[in-house]
Nanobody
Framework: QVQLVESGGGSVQAGGSLRLSCAVS????????MAWFRQAPGKEREGVAF???????GYPASVKGRFIISQDNAKNTLYLQMNNLKFEDTAMYYC????????????????WGQGTQVTVST
């Protein structure tokens, strides 16, 4: 059974940093596209970082230069390093996996974790 378990969320002041982790089990981790999404109250869910199995990454403008996605295939763990956090980064953060294109992104995310809360105070 596929499982994604996030950790590392918490409260931080603006300008601070956090690193989120996502432990992956139940499938061949390296054959999936992985991503981090977030959803704030009253807002739509948005993707904030993507990584394909060839190591290619992508970020929206809102986090580019501040967030870094990475993975440790030996540990089956996905990470999101978040630097220079802003109040508007406050949200529930989710790890997700796209199994449909053999490691390339774009097939749709079919596995999700339960989320970890990130709260940034001014």
């Amino acid at each position: 059974q596929v499982q994604l378990v996030e950790s590392g969320g918490g409260s931080v002041q603006a300008g601070g940093s956090l690193r989120l982790s996502c432990a992956v089990s139940g499938y061949t981790y390296s054959s999936y596209c992985m991503a981090w999404f977030r959803q704030a109250p009253g807002k739509e869910r948005e993707g904030v970082a993507f990584i394909a199995n060839d190591g290619g990454t992508g970020y929206p403008a809102s986090v580019k230069g501040r967030f870094i996605i990475s993975q440790d295939n030996a540990k089956n763990t996905l990470y999101l390093q978040m630097n220079n956090l802003k109040f508007e980064d406050t949200a529930m953060y989710y790890c997700a996996a796209d199994s449909r294109l053999g490691g390339r992104c774009g097939g749709g995310f079919d596995y999700w974790g339960q989320g970890t809360q990130v709260t940034v105070s001014t």
